[in-house]
Every structure is written in C-alpha cells, then in structure tokens.
C-alpha cells in the first residue's frame, strides 16, 4: 500500500472566519442548533481566558473542544461502546476569544473510560489556533472533582508533577444554575506559568 | 443534506510527523510566534480513545452547503480572476476521506480579507465574502467556485508579504486528523520569500502544499482550475488486501 506524507500545518491566522460561527457552536450538549439539548449527564460551564508571553490576553484565539459523554463513550467506531454511547450528545464544539481573551463552553461533566494505556480520568481535549502558533497548541482539561482518577490518569502522569495542577480546571461558582469551571490557557511562559501542552 | 453517509473508512495508526513536514518556530520576521508559541517542550502522550475518535456527524452542526464564494447572489459576482478550485482528501494510505469537513477562506482580489480584523488601506468588495463549507464525497472530493486572491504586506516593522494563498481547515475522522493548512498557487515567485511557507524545514513537504493548474478546457468556459489533494494523518494498522 502506498505511503502519502501528510500535509504540514499551518497557521489558522488572524482571519478565520466570523460567519463560519454559528449560536450554539460552543454548546457540546446539542448535535446542532436546533436539537435540544442532551438529559443524561451534568450540564458545566467551561470558561477560562487565553494569554500569551508575559501574560497579555489573546483575543480572536479559535478553541475546539472534544470529549466522551457522561458515561465515558464515544459516538464513534473507533469506541466499543458506541452503541451505548449517547445519541444525543455531539461532544465537539468551538469557540473564539473575545478582546479580554476570554471563551465559554456549554458541556457536560465527561465520564471516564478504561483504555489500553491505563484507565482515563474524565477529562476534554481542546485544540488552540491563531495568529502565531503555526501548529496547534493541544491540551487536557482535568476537573477536581476526580482527584483519584486523576492521580491515576496515564496522560496527566506524563506532565511533570509540579505542573499537574495547571490543567485541572478550577471551580468558580455556579452561573444560569450550572457549575462554572475555570481552565486558564497561558501559550508561553516559564515552567511555572506556562500551560502543558501536549503532542500526539 | 444526506444522512445516510456511508461511514468513513477509518485509520487505526498514527505515526508522529515525519521530520521537515512540521514548520519550525518561531519564526524569523513573524512577531506573534514569539509570543504565542509554548516555550516549554511538548509532552508526547499516548493515542488514547479521545484522540483516536472525533465528531463523524459533523454537518449537522457545521451547515456544509456553501461552495460557490464566487457569486453572492444573482448579478453579484466577485472581482477578480475566477477560479475552481477542487481536490481530495486522503488519508496516509491514499484512501478518500470521505464526509470530511472542508472549511476555507482567503482574501479577496486586492488582499483584503472580509473580516473585522483587517483593517488594511485596501478596498472590500461588495460581492465577496470569502469563505465556504462543504463536506467530501465518496471519493474525498472537495470543490469551490471562488477567485483568485490577492497578495497583500504583513502589518509588521519590517513589512514582508504573504504570496496568495488560500486558508483550509479540515475536520476529519479522527481528533489526530484535524488539519489547519494553507495553499498556494504554481509559478509565483513570492512564494520563495514567504515566512510561514518557508517555515516548512523540507522542500518537499513545501511544493505539496502549491496547487496544481489544469488546462482550462478540464473546468469550462471563464473558469481557471486549480487542483489540490491534502493527505491528514492516519493509516490502518492493518492493510487492505
């Protein structure tokens, strides 16, 4: 079979799209914008601002979010479960960074899944792009409330320890009666400031 | 739209990038790479379930229908050199990715970009926008009826130029073949003064990102015709017969 070279990335730039967004795009409870919303899981706001070297917001930043449902599965075949995977949760969404930096997602708590590389740990997968990073920034949100899962977590263990805890998102109350997570993104800084990225 | 997709054939490996395929940052000239790019080093992890799989029914959250950027609406055509640009989207086995998400926008024929972000001294044209969606067929194809996009000087200290080119994003099957690239067109000698082109350590690797023309009479009448096939990452662990 033959081998094709994939082809090499490159920066989303300062020009994507603002009618490619359409209401709901950060929502990951609706399949699309006129599906009502998934009823099994918990519903979460994920909010957080992007900054870059020395900590300046990054506005007009492109984020996607991906995850498995409540119940740790995927709508997709690469999932054993899919079949009980749920129907009605699309588990992707995007969203764009205002002047402040800041984005919000719509989502619900993640389950977590038994995988060949160790149990995981609920968690969403985001993808950074914009002006600047020529390849996607990718990293991992954690939630606090798995403190054990997570201790366990395969990819989370990989991170030097020191700097675990900046990819665990951080509660902040509660907004339209849903619990607020806080999950800050820093592109570049010093080991201290500077979230893990990760690549595959 | 048709939901009755056949569903795509998908990859099981995924190999890291092959070395010159991926651009070396930061980059020289390019102010915003020295800010926005992480410093510290990149954790390789495992490809775990979440990374393997990605949204297959993503048309029905991306409304995939619009292809022809080219004409607005009924006598509103854009400026510029009209152009069909169309391709396929492979996987590293060479096999159609079909369903994919094909997102892409340029600049108009003077450079400008309808987006509130650019605010460079050149004219907006009325009857151009500049972005399209659309889904790939059984046999990965893509295509959009568009116009040929200017050039236009990067707003920094020591100004240097962007060749034409043309954004895509692509959505595949997997979280791993999620693609952002950029094309550009054959013979324009911009391109070998390019930052962001050249930032793409192996030559190789750079010439498969220039479209190919083809003959006019393959697209028809009033129509250049480009051809562009992108490859995303992904292979099967275990090869068809």
Known sequence: ?200 | MDTNFPPPPLPDRFEPFPPGIEPAVPIEGYPNTWTHTPAQPLIRRPVTRTEATGPLELWRKLPCDESNLAVLGPGRIAQGQLMHMSGRILDEDGRPVRGAVVELWQANAAGRYYHPIDQRDAPLDPDFVGNGRVRTDEEGRYAFFTIKPGAYPVPVKDTWWRPPHVHFSILGPSSLSRLVTQMYFPGDPMNEWDRILNSIPDPAARRRLIARQTHPAEVGDGWLGFTHDIVLRGRRATPEA
């Open chain 1, 1 to 200: 079979m033959s081998h094709l070279a994939p082809t090499s990335q490159h920066t989303i730039g300062p020009f994507f799209p603002r009618t490619f967004f359409t209401e709901g795009d950060n929502d990951l409870t609706r399949l699309h914008a006129g599906a009502q919303p998934t009823a099994r899981g918990e519903t979460v706001l994920l909010r957080g601002r992007v900054t870059k070297e020395g900590g300046f917001p990054c506005l007009n930043m492109i984020l996607e979010a991906w995850q498995a449902d409540a119940s740790g599965r995927f709508n997709h075949p690469a999932d054993p479960a899919q079949p009980l995977a749920d129907p009605a949760f699309l588990g992707w969404g995007r969203a764009w960074t205002d002047a402040e930096g800041g984005y919000e997602f719509r989502t619900l708590l993640p389950g977590g899944y038994d995988d060949p590389a160790g149990r995981r740990a609920p968690h969403i997968n985001l993808t950074v792009m914009g002006a600047g990073l020529m390849r996607r920034a990718l990293t991992t949100v954690f939630f606090p409330d798995f403190a054990g899962e997570n201790a366990a977590d395969p990819v989370l263990n990989l991170v030097p320890e020191p700097r675990r805890g900046k990819i665990v998102a951080v509660p902040e109350g509660e907004a339209e009666g849903l619990r607020v997570f806080r999950f800050d993104i820093h592109l570049r800084g010093n080991a201290e400031e500077e979230t893990p990225f990760f690549e595959d």
